[in-house]
């Protein structure tokens, strides 16, 4: 059976969800405020919409973080370096974790929020994958890294959601410093394995 195309009014649906979604949680103090409810009446559209569409929060949450997510995944997969493909193993690493980094900067509650939303590991996710297992390949290609999916594992790590929202929202380090910190970590880590 081909597959069918989605009806307009699905798709306008669709699209009005996660614009409304995409406010919501930009708006918001704490991503834990955003209801279904909320996402449903501010775009229009009744829960069932919502649950047909999405499945539960985490899906919706999931789906808004993959449309921010997309314009850095275009970058890396097919721009120019240091972050595309054609960058050198080590001025690609440190420019994808300054990506990632700020990325979680301009999407804290988002960030948090799938990062909190449970059923299954942090690690499990499709992006953490994605970019663990492209640094794995990266920190491979570079002399000397021998122990490349621990490195990779901690170098994300200093980008999760959780970390990011504690030092830029309740210890208000500056957007700049922390993207300072991370690249002299980062060159630190790459350092340590000549």
Known sequence: MPDRKPRKDAVRNRTAVLTAAD??????ASPDEVTMADVAAAAGVGKGTLFRAFGDRTGLIRALYQAR???VRSAVEAGPP?????????ERIP???DAVLCFKLDNRGLALALEESGGTSPYQAEHY???HSLLQNLLGQAP??????????????ATRADLVEHLAG???VPREKLRGYLAAFTATVLRAHP
Request: hydrophobic fraction near 45%.
């Open 23 to 28: 406010a919501l949680f930009a708006d918001s």
């Open 170 to 172: 309740q210890e208000g």
């Open 95 to 97: 420019a994808l974790l």
């Open 129 to 131: 994958e994605t970019w």
């Open 144 to 157: 000397g890294l021998t122990d490349t999916e621990f490195t990779a594992h901690a170098l994300l790590a």
């Open 82 to 90: 240091p972050l595309g493909p054609d960058a050198p193993p080590l």
């Open 69 to 71: 997510l997309e314009p």
